[in-house]
């Protein structure tokens, strides 16, 4: 009996000693595969081994680090009677909030940017009208090749009630030698001057859409909405507002769709005085206007992008395994 006890043990002993060194040589093998090609170096940790919790999110949905909450954020452009299921988006920026190092990094996606939806190239802002956002989500993780899991839909009309429920907003309207038109709700035509003021939420709202008076096109009101949302976020997360933050996001709920667990947010609410003088840096995907038969887009420069998906958001790059 002795003997066979020590039998079954020197076997098992030989049997994880033999898994161990082929762990450990597969592990070398393929991590000298990934450095030497450049893909999934993210995913390889400090120590020279692959990241196998990370390596299995690729296809699970939920937050890939535990510190931080990735989304993508829509600005919605809706009209009366439309469904905010199919209509157009009119703002598209990837969020990213550390809130271990109390940042939020803001990546905004030019609507109008050359991308492929459903294998036909076309503009970004197309695929919500033809397959609401899961074609949208599922156009962005295809185009930047990262795990983008969550959304937060936003109807435009949120904008008005956000800012009218903080009391305005103290901003410095650019000057762009011209005065900002937009309609109010009541269908009549105003104009915001440039300068320092207070907006309330139609104004807000009005500025937020206005587009034609930018040199650079598009590219300039993404600009300009950047702005917009750090002066937000400043007076918000900078001050005594932090404390209100619930209160304001219950104002605004009926007009947000997301998929974030409530769990999720419950959990991540417990942590919002952890953003208290929060530093927002925003980011735009690089590329440039062009027109291709006839129908203008934003060409996006691949290479540069790339680049910046790997710095900007290095635990979200998916995998390659082909």
Same mark, same amino acid.
């Given at each position: 009996?002795?003997?066979?006890?020590?039998?079954?043990? /020197?076997i098992?002993?030989?049997?994880?000693?033999?898994?161990?060194?082929m762990?450990?040589?597969?592990?070398?093998?393929y991590?000298?595969? %990934?450095e030497?090609?450049?893909?999934?170096?993210?995913?390889?940790?400090?120590d020279?081994w692959l990241?196998?919790?990370?390596?299995?999110?690729?296809? /699970?949905?939920?937050?890939?680090?535990d510190?931080?909450?990735?989304?993508?954020?829509?600005?919605v452009?809706q009209?009366d009677?439309?469904?905010?299921?199919f209509?157009?988006?009119?703002?598209m920026?990837?969020v990213?909030?550390?809130?271990e190092?109390?940042?939020?990094?803001?990546?905004?996606?030019?609507?109008?940017?050359?991308?492929?939806?459903?294998?036909?190239?076309t503009k970004?802002?197309?695929a919500?009208?033809?397959?609401g956002i899961?074609?949208?989500?599922?156009?962005i993780?295809?185009w930047?090749?990262i795990?983008?899991?969550?959304?937060?839909e936003v109807?435009?009309?949120?904008?008005?009630?956000?800012?009218?429920?903080?009391?305005g907003?103290?901003?410095?309207?650019?000057?762009?030698?011209?005065d900002?038109?937009?309609?109010?709700q009541?269908? %009549?035509?105003?104009y915001?001057?440039p300068?320092?003021q207070k907006?309330?939420?139609?104004?807000?709202?009005g500025?937020?859409?206005?587009?034609?008076?930018?040199?650079?096109?598009?590219?300039?009101r993404?600009? /300009?909405?950047?702005?917009?949302?750090?002066?937000?976020v400043?007076?918000?997360?900078?001050?005594?507002?932090? %404390?209100?933050?619930?209160?304001?996001?219950?104002?605004?709920?009926g007009?947000?769709?997301?998929?974030?667990?409530?769990?999720?947010m419950?959990?991540?609410?417990?942590?919002?005085?952890?953003?208290?003088?929060?530093?927002?840096?925003?980011?735009?995907?690089?590329?440039e206007g062009?027109?291709?038969?006839g129908?203008?887009y934003?060409?996006?420069?691949a290479h540069?992008?790339?680049?910046?998906?790997?710095d900007l958001?290095p635990n979200?790059v998916?995998?390659?395994?082909?």
């Open positions: 009996m002795k003997f066979r006890i020590l039998r079954f043990i /020197a098992l002993g030989f049997a994880l000693l033999f898994f161990i060194v762990n450990a040589y597969l592990n070398q093998v991590v000298q595969e %990934q030497a090609s450049g893909t999934g170096a993210s995913l390889i940790t400090e020279g990241d196998v919790e990370k390596l299995s999110h690729q296809n /699970a949905e939920g937050r890939v680090v510190s931080e909450l990735f989304f993508l954020l829509l600005g452009d009209n009677g439309e469904s905010s299921s209509t157009r988006t009119d703002t920026m990837l990213k909030v550390d809130f190092k109390n940042t939020i990094d803001l990546l905004s996606l030019p609507r109008d940017s050359r991308v492929k939806v459903e294998g036909v190239y970004l802002n197309h919500h009208s033809i397959g899961r074609l949208t989500m599922d156009s993780r295809d930047l090749n795990d983008l899991d969550y959304f937060v109807d435009f009309e949120a904008v008005v009630n956000m800012v009218d429920a903080i009391g907003i103290h901003y410095d309207v650019p000057d762009i030698g011209m900002y038109q937009y309609e109010r009541d269908s %009549q035509v105003d915001i001057s300068g320092p907006l309330d939420g139609e104004q807000a709202l500025y937020l859409r206005y587009r034609k008076g930018y040199v650079q096109g598009d590219i300039g993404v600009e /300009a909405q950047q702005q917009f949302l750090k002066s937000v400043e007076q918000i997360f900078k001050g005594a507002g932090i %404390q209100q933050l619930p209160a304001y996001i219950k104002t605004v709920m007009d947000v769709r997301t998929n974030i667990p409530w769990d999720e419950i959990g991540l609410a417990g942590r919002v005085n952890e953003l208290r003088g929060v530093e927002m840096t925003t980011h735009t995907v690089p590329g062009v027109y291709i038969d129908i203008s934003y060409e996006v420069d540069k992008t790339e680049r910046l998906i790997e958001l979200y998916l995998l390659d395994l082909q």
